[in-house]
């Protein structure tokens, strides 16, 4: 049924304006964005704060109404009922009843998907152990920490089995151990067949987790594609070389090509810009008998490409009413 074959996700030229403060000013949240996402696979989508992810992914919901553009969820147009059967959603900030234990909370949900009895009880037990919370089935939210919140908030989102999960910043507000704890959920998700989309700013996570990112800007996309093939179009050549025993004159050949030259107690840290200036520093040591103490070649990551993207975008998008 889908549209385009393998993708469960397709965004057509996307758009959201809102009208904000007493003029009524515009101001385009999302702006004509494109992209799709396949089945199966986990993608991230990626931005700074006031980028426009919630309001994109409230979109795909149906929550709120594009300005213009179109989005399809299994070929189907979003907002329809057949875009949300085999969806699930975390939102950003989840209104929890908060005197409901964790079982009676996922029981709610699972009514208003229609689950009931034995089968809704053990789906709902099933969950709390799937999300590590099986030890607070009877405790109210109320009394949950903000990682055990977001665990059951991600329960939820599964409570119907769907083939696609949304997650609105699923890591937000936890710490490493509970961040590793919902990457490896969602990498389960993943190898039971599930699509998962999921919104963040912490990107170390996107980089461990996705196969596939898109970055918004400004309500404009920026980068879409494979983790690996984003980095390469900015790998850096830097590397980073560490010595000993420099002396000053050396020190000064040194600075003459060197990125960066740091003095750190007996030990000098380089920053060299090309494998050929990485040559010239090691023969430069060995000349004067210096010592290395370690080369190390400088990774490029999410981060690099995302403060490179951010520093080039555009002002945001404001049209007088
Ligand atoms: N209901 C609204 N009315 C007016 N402006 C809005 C509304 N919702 C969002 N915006 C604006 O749209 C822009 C994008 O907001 P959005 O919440 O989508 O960003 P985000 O990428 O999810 O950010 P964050 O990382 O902080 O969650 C922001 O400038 C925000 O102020
Ligand atoms: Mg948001």
Not at 294 to 319: C, H, M, N, Y
Request: glycine share 10%; net charge positive; hydrophobic share 45%.
């Amino acid at each position: 049924m889908g549209v385009g074959g393998d993708d469960v996700i397709c965004l057509n030229r996307l758009s959201k304006t809102f009208r904000v403060g007493f003029w009524g000013k515009k101001v385009t949240a999302v702006d004509q964005v494109s992209l799709a996402v396949r089945r199966g696979e986990v993608f991230g989508f990626l931005g700074p704060n006031g980028a426009g992810k919630t309001t994109t992914l409230k979109m795909l919901m149906g929550l709120i109404y594009p300005t213009s553009g179109t989005a399809t969820i299994f070929g189907y147009p979003i907002g329809t009922p057949q875009a949300k059967a085999r969806l699930g959603f975390l939102p950003e900030s989840p209104y929890f009843y908060d005197y409901l234990t964790g079982r009676e909370f996922l029981r709610f949900y699972g009514h208003l998907f229609g689950l009931r009895g034995a089968w809704l009880e053990r789906r709902v037990d099933e969950l709390l152990e799937v999300v590590g919370m099986a030890h607070a089935r009877d405790l109210q939210l109320r009394k949950f920490s903000k990682g055990m919140l977001q665990r059951v908030g991600i329960a939820q989102a599964l409570i119907n089995d769907p083939e696609l999960v949304v997650l609105d910043e699923p890591m937000s507000g936890l710490d490493p151990i509970g961040r590793k704890e919902v990457r490896d959920l969602i990498l389960r998700l993943k190898e039971s067949g599930k699509t998962v989309l999921f919104s963040s700013h912490i990107l170390h996570d996107a980089e461990l987790l996705c196969d596939r990112v898109a970055m918004i800007m400004k309500g404009r996309l920026v980068a879409c594609g494979h983790v690996s093939d984003l980095l390469a179009g900015g790998a850096t050549q830097e590397a980073e070389l560490l010595v000993e025993r420099l002396l000053p004159e050396a020190l000064e050949r040194m600075r003459s090509f060197a990125k960066k030259v740091v003095l750190q107690g007996e030990q000098v840290m380089v920053v060299l810009a090309s494998q050929q200036d990485v040559d010239r520093a090691i023969d430069l040591v060995r000349s004067v008998k210096g010592k290395v103490v370690s080369l190390t070649p400088q990774k490029a990551s999410l981060e690099d490409l995302f403060i490179r993207e951010a520093k080039g975008a555009r002002e945001p998008v404001e049209v007088a009413a």
